[in-house]
Structures are given as structure tokens and as C-alpha cells.
């Protein structure tokens, strides 16, 4: 997230999506592969190991040239790129349930 930016409920809402998306990856990966057409286990693989849910440094970069491309496209604004950081996990609002 990016710094100064208050996201509220969402930010712990999607951190949560993901924590419990990777700990039931075997799960969707059995209920999703048939239809796919694919191998169960490759499925939880893919999930577990070959996806990635953050942003390291590779990512950012992709993600600034990205921009810089719609920039010059004229399909983002020109403006300073600011990249988000890495920031833990808020905790859970309240009223917020399972």
C-alpha cells in the first residue's frame, strides 16, 4: 500500500483473501481442475508455489514500465510514479467477520 494512503477494512479484507485462498489451495485446486482439464496436484502447485500474491522488486519495476507505457499512450495520467511498499498486515476491523 502506498504510503499515506488509508485504505481502511479493504486493505485487511484482501490481506485476509489471500491467507485463506493459500491456506485452501488444495481444496479450490480439487474442486477447479476437472473442469479445466487439468491435474489436481498441478493445480495446488500452481497455487501454492508458482503464483505469487506480493510485489517484490521485478514486480514493481514491470509495473512502473507499465505505467510509463499508458503514460505515453495517454491512458494514465503523467505524473510521478509512486510505488507502493511493503507494509504489514492492519489488523482486523471489528465489525469485520468471517
Do not use: N
Not at 483473501?17 to 487439468?38: C, F, N, S
Amino acid at each position: 500500500m502506498r504510503e499515506g494512503v488509508d485504505l481502511g477494512k479493504v486493505a485487511w479484507a484482501l490481506g485476509e483473501a489471500k491467507r485463506r485462498g493459500l491456506r485452501r489451495a488444495g481444496v479450490i485446486a480439487q474442486r477447479e481442475a476437472a473442469g479445466l482439464g487439468l491435474d489436481a496436484g498441478f493445480c495446488r502447485r500452481y497455487l501454492s508455489d508458482i503464483l505469487h500474491f506480493d510485489l517484490g522488486p521485478r514486480e514493481r519495476a514491470g509495473l512502473h514500465h507499465y505505467y510509463t507505457l499508458a503514460s505515453e499512450l495517454g491512458l494514465a495520467p503523467a505524473r510521478a510514479w509512486r510505488c507502493a511498499t511493503t507494509t504489514p498486515p492492519p489488523s482486523p476491523p471489528s465489525e469485520v467477520g468471517p
